[in-house]
């Protein structure tokens, strides 16, 4: 066995025992909502600790695992760019062609009241038919909170997130 297949082999079988552990978590509680979904992000994390791990194990070279370069910042700024570039056409395209919707409105206030933000729906026609028809924002509470953040007011702050929510309005039913 060469020298590169025992370090694939030790990285993949420490991805797997690192990883088990998570799996057993999650499998045992039976959803991955578990711990408010802390075991999944663990699990994002395993293949780069085993990476690390075989490295320290196995005496390679750090610089095997490619960190230590960046190349030019032209390259750097590509890979950061072009996914974005590749993710913008087909959201313009879906968006476009009227293929995409938004979730029903219960779905949202569920999700805007977990991250304490404000719900606010505006129906694009004076009733609308379906909840593709209605348009949808984030909002504060206020319009003057509105303008100090526009202004440069901490927009991440907890007065700003915890003002109180404004009532969405349900989408007819189709």
Request: glycine share 6%; with cysteine; net charge positive.
């Amino acid at each position: 066995m060469r020298k590169t297949d025992a370090d694939i082999g030790l990285f993949l079988l420490l991805t797997l025992l690192f990883s088990a552990v998570f799996w057993s978590l999650i499998i045992a509680a039976g959803h991955l909502a578990v711990a408010g979904g802390k075991y999944v992000e663990a699990l994002m994390w395993c293949p780069g600790l085993a990476a690390f791990a075989t490295v320290a194990l196995r005496r390679l070279d750090w610089n095997s695992l490619g960190l230590s370069r960046w190349g030019r910042p032209r390259y750097a700024l590509l890979a950061y760019l072009l996914p974005l570039a590749y993710a913008l056409i087909a959201y313009l395209i879906v968006w476009g062609l009227g293929l995409g919707t938004f979730p029903d409105p219960t779905t949202l206030k569920a999700i805007a009241a977990k991250f304490s933000w404000t719900l606010t729906i505006r129906p694009s026609s004076p009733s609308p038919t379906s909840c593709s028809s209605a348009s949808w924002a984030w909002s504060p509470a206020s319009p003057a909170r509105s303008a100090r953040r526009s202004a440069g007011a901490a927009f991440w702050s907890r007065a700003w997130r915890s003002a109180s929510a404004l009532s969405a309005q349900r989408c007819s039913p189709a």
